[in-house]
């Protein structure tokens, strides 16, 4: 459960990202964040896998207060939390096994347990066959798989999507959503900031939208609303 309660994010310029953002997404959620370029979706966003903390305000994610959270807790919290970006950020000396199997080593998983999960979840985003490929020799659409392979290798119970859909054409966006909402309904929370109106009107799921840092819709079922 992400549980947001009065926040605010404040840059060193003086920017107000978020001004008095309240909201609370349950458990095995699937919720769209939409709304214009710097309305404060990325800081949003930033906030629930702790890479900035609020101004004011408090945030909690599975019970913790992110905000006050001491470093040394962070790659505790961090393990259960899955994040997926735009731009893929995959190793590209490291092959498809490799880079998914690297989120498990850095947790200090047994390597017979990582062997066999990495396969997993290369099964599962449909990249068994690919796994001693290097990121190099894959299209777009299969390095977004490997992305969201390397997000969900460890379990977690939220996942951060940011754009994933960004930089791919609509057959493979339709490819990618549908994984994704396969991992959604085998009990991760999704999060997920997207500018692609047809993705958001046609899976119709909770919309949160953002304008000038204040949320001004929240809908169970909602749209897009936004010209394209």
């Known amino acids: 459960m992400i549980e947001m309660h009065d926040i605010w994010k404040t840059y060193v310029d003086g920017t107000h990202a978020l001004r008095g953002v309240s909201v609370r997404i349950d458990r095995n959620e699937f919720v769209y ?33 992110i905000g006050k959270l001491k470093p040394r807790k962070i790659p505790f919290i961090r393990r259960n939390i899955g994040v997926i970006f735009q ?57 977004q798989r490997v992305s969201i392979a390397r997000a969900i290798v460890n379990n977690p119970s939220v996942i951060v999507a940011d754009e994933p859909t960004g930089n791919l054409d609509p057959e493979t966006s339709i490819g990618i959503m549908n994984l994704l909402e396969e991992i959604n309904f085998r009990g991760s929370t999704i999060v997920m900031a997207t500018h ?33």
Do not use: C, W
């Open 196 to 228: 692609n109106r047809d993705i958001v009107n046609s899976m119709r799921k909770r919309v949160i939208a953002i304008e000038n840092g204040l949320v001004v819709r929240d809908e169970a079922r909602g749209e897009y609303g936004y010209e394209a």
């Open 33 to 65: 964040l939409v709304g214009p370029s710097g309305a404060g979706k990325s800081t949003f966003m930033k906030l629930i896998y702790r890479e900035e903390v609020p101004s004011k305000g408090q945030i909690s994610v599975n019970g913790f207060n």
């Open 87 to 143: 731009d893929f950020r995959l190793l590209p000396k490291l092959t498809v096994f490799e880079n998914v199997a690297f989120a498990m080593e850095v947790i200090e998983a047994p390597r017979k347990i990582m062997k066999k999960r990495t396969m997993e979840v290369l099964d599962l985003v449909g990249l068994k066959h690919k796994h001693n490929s290097l990121p190099s020799q894959l299209s777009g659409g299969e390095q």
